[in-house]
T-cell receptor, first 115, second 114 residues
């Protein structure tokens, strides 16, 4: 079975541009979460979506937005890119949301570089 | 808000020996879940072991075991018979019973030397 997939693998953008990152969860998983991992640090929670609704939001500016589609895949959008947005963006899927016992499975990430 | 602290930025161990990675956390929740994740240089985050706070027995998974001290809010990971493939970043993480988000520590870079 395929794990969590993310696209693209790498991305280089210029300050002020917009970027869209994509994630496909494990088949049967209905919840997707997004994390930002700056080099040398632990991942920071950005969003969680479950059944196409936002279930949680981390401490990120409104330039960050996301959505989940009927097939449970998800997009993370970042507007007006800043140099500080350069990071590895991780997507994680879980069977359901709202239950801490369910494991989150991570994808390989998208490496975003803002110049 | 919950916080997770890993006080050892880097550690090294000889192959076949045992190493312990430290983690402390802060929360006012009574029921929660703690995790250790491994992130090899290829960067895919993999769950190593999980502990449910209401269970007193320490979790074990083959060569990996934890020492969970709830009163001290401590959650250390012991790796026995270290292997070269254990070389990675290790992250301690916390989630509450609602499971809406994982809070990660800053990580410990473990190098296993031949």
């Amino acid at each position: 079975d395929a794990g969590v997939t993310q696209s693209p693998t790498h991305l280089i953008k210029t300050r002020g541009q917009h970027v869209t990152l994509r994630c496909s969860p494990i088949s049967g998983h209905k919840s997707v979460s997004w994390y930002q991992q700056v080099l040398g640090q632990g991942p920071q929670f950005i969003f969680q979506y479950y059944e196409k609704e936002e279930r949680g939001r981390g401490n990120f500016p409104d330039r960050f937005s996301a959505r989940q589609f009927p097939n449970y895949s998800s997009e993370l959008n970042v507007n007006a890119l800043l140099l500080g947005d350069s990071a590895l963006y991780l997507c994680a899927s879980s069977l359901v949301a709202g239950e801490g016992s369910y494991e989150q499975y991570f994808g390989p990430g998208t490496r975003l570089t803002v110049t | 808000a919950q916080t997770v602290t890993q006080s050892q930025p880097e550690m090294s161990v000889q192959e076949a020996e045992t190493v312990t990675l430290s983690c402390t956390y802060d929360t006012s929740e009574s029921n929660y879940y703690l995790f250790w994740y491994k992130q090899p240089p290829s960067r895919q985050m993999i769950l190593v072991i999980r502990q449910e706070a209401y269970k007193q027995q320490n979790a074990t998974e083959n060569r990996f075991s934890v020492n969970f001290q709830k009163a001290a809010k401590s959650f250390s990971l012991k790796i026995s018979d270290s292997q070269l493939g254990d070389t990675a970043m290790y992250f301690c993480a916390f989630t509450d019973n609602a499971g809406n988000m994982l809070t990660f520590g800053g990580g410990t870079r473990l190098m296993v030397k031949p």
